[in-house]
């Protein structure tokens, strides 16, 4: 028995503890409750047992004991998704976060990473040989569930999603069997890993390849007052619109973060914010982000050659974990002056100085890659928009209606200016199936529900935005 099981009397957790290599967390052991927390502080659920475990033969055993049992499984990466599907009540977590290693190889200019790794180890790792690939913007999201859903950020348009640098994959399926994933084996299994979600089983590691990146780049946001937002998106519509492939981009709509860069006098000003990362030489940066510099007047301007690892973890602080979070989102038609006049009249009446809306720039590299190459499906699409509530645990009540009315009318007023689709990554609990069956289309759809009738038939992996199987 592992020193973190502490079961008094015999119980049918007792056979899974002891073959776990990782521990057994039972309601009654100590650091149960700090393991079933996750980023989003409103998920308050009480699994049966939390499988801690420490490689792909915890995996297995977790697995099947589960199946056997006929329990819930959910699966925690990162247990960073704001729908909070990496636990579940009663059931198996199956809970990866002490698999965080991360072997980057140079000379192959690629890295082998575990499934509880958070984007913070990727970078760090690959970063020691000037080498990195695309991650999400914030260090303590998980790498499996970004990346299982396709996986956008700065390098993007460089280097394309998380899911086109992803050169293979180590599953453990449903039936408990391990698979290795990748364009040779598997085939069909390792194109609906690349955006399908956690649908198809563990992944225990996944090898991605790596690209010179940094270590010094030319990143940081400028910050303008919310007075100047009609102006700066309609600026920022053109600018991104020529924006070469190097050029990462990401709007905020909110108010100035509170970090300590920042002049005090600016903490929590409405203001809209550009972040910029430039993925190549810091000159050829410097001059692709004139222009938005010289831009108005901005109240603050970080922008400045700045290591590619301190530049990824920069706003870890602004979305700690255990506030409350609930999020709508959409992909966008484009920015019309009519949906920049939404975005102008929305983003500022949230009541919490949290709370935002933040908005990816896409096209570049992701755009090239035929639409069907992955189950990823919003190829097409340029920009899509996150509007993000926040509210602090002793703030529920009022605060949490005010602030989710706040985003579900945000997203409503948007509705004429909605491409189809939605990124899986950014759903929220109450999107119902409808809403996954928007995230992949029809077609794309269809195809993950014939790999999901192959590799779970029962859908034993359903705590997820779920697929079902045909
Ligand atoms: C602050 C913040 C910033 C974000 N920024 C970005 C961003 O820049 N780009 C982006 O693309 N997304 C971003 N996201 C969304 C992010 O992609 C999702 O929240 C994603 O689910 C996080 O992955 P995770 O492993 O932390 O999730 P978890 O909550 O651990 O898991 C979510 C689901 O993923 C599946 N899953 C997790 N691990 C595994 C595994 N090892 N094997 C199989 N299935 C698994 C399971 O179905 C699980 O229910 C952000 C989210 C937050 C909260």
């Known amino acids: 028995m592992t020193a973190i099981q502490t079961a008094k009397a015999p119980t049918a957790f007792d056979e899974l503890g002891g073959s776990l290599r990782g521990g057994l967390l039972r309601p009654t052991s100590p650091g149960y409750d700090t393991a079933r927390r996750i980023?989003?502080?409103?998920?308050?659920?009480?699994?049966?047992?939390?499988?801690?475990?420490?490689?792909?033969?915890?995996?297995?055993?977790?697995?099947?004991y589960a199946r056997d049992h006929d329990l819930e499984i959910a699966v925690r990466g990162g247990g960073h998704n704001v729908a909070g599907t990496a636990v579940c009540d009663d059931?198996?977590?199956?809970?990866?976060?002490?698999?965080?290693?991360?072997?980057?190889d140079p000379a192959r200019r690629t890295a082998w990473v575990q499934g509880g790794a958070l984007w913070g180890d990727v970078d760090r790792e690959t970063q020691a040989h000037g080498l990195a690939t695309t991650g999400g913007i914030v260090g303590h999201t998980g790498v499996a569930g970004l990346t299982l859903g396709g996986g956008i950020g700065f390098l993007m348009r460089k280097h394309g999603l998380a899911v086109d640098n992803l050169l293979a994959a180590e599953v453990v399926t449903a039936d408990g069997t391990i698979v290795q994933a990748s364009a040779d084996e598997h085939s069909d299994l390792f194109w609906a890993l690349r955006g399908g979600g956690g649908n198809f089983g563990v992944v225990t590691s996944f090898r991605f390849s790596l690209h010179p990146v940094g270590p010094t780049v030319m990143a940081g946001p400028v910050f303008w007052a919310a007075d100047d937002t009609t102006d700066v998106l309609r600026f920022y519509r053109?600018?991104?619109?020529?924006?070469?492939?190097?050029?990462?981009?990401?709007?905020?709509?909110?108010?100035?973060?509170?970090?300590?860069?920042?002049?005090e006098d600016l903490h929590w000003r409405p203001a809209i914010a550009v972040a910029c990362c430039y993925t190549g030489a810091v000159r050829d940066g410097e001059r692709a982000v004139r222009a938005l510099r010289r831009f108005g007047t901005p109240l603050v301007d970080l922008l400045a050659p700045t290591p590619y690892v301190a530049f990824q973890g920069g706003i870890d602080d602004t979305v700690l974990h255990g506030w409350h979070y609930y999020w709508k989102a959409t992909n966008l038609a484009g920015f019309s002056d009519d949906a920049i006049a939404v975005i102008a009249d929305h983003a500022y009446a949230a009541g919490s100085p949290r709370s935002c809306a933040v908005m990816f720039h896409l096209g570049g590299a992701v755009a090239r890659v035929p639409h069907n190459t992955t189950a990823y499906a919003g190829r097409d699409v340029a920009h899509n928009i996150v509007i993000e509530a926040v509210w602090l645990p002793d703030e529920s009540g009022e605060h949490a209606a005010a602030e989710t009315t706040w985003a579900r009318r945000f997203l409503h007023a948007l509705q004429p200016h909605r491409a189809g689709g939605v990124y899986v990554n950014f759903l929220d609990s109450d999107d119902d199936s409808s809403r996954v069956r928007e995230a992949y289309g029809d077609q794309i759809y269809r195809r993950l529900a014939e790999v999901k009738a192959k590799y779970d038939p029962d859908n034993a992996f359903h705590h997820n935005k779920n697929i079902q199987p045909v």
């Open 238 to 263: 053109d600018f991104a619109a020529e924006a070469p492939d190097e050029l990462g981009s990401v709007v905020r709509v909110g108010t100035v973060p509170p970090l300590p860069v920042i002049p």
């Open 91 to 104: 059931g198996v977590v199956i809970d990866l976060s002490a698999m965080r290693a991360v072997w980057a």
């Open 39 to 64: 980023w989003n502080g409103v998920i308050d659920r009480r699994p049966a047992c939390i499988a801690r475990c420490a490689g792909v033969a915890d995996v297995v055993e977790a697995v099947r």
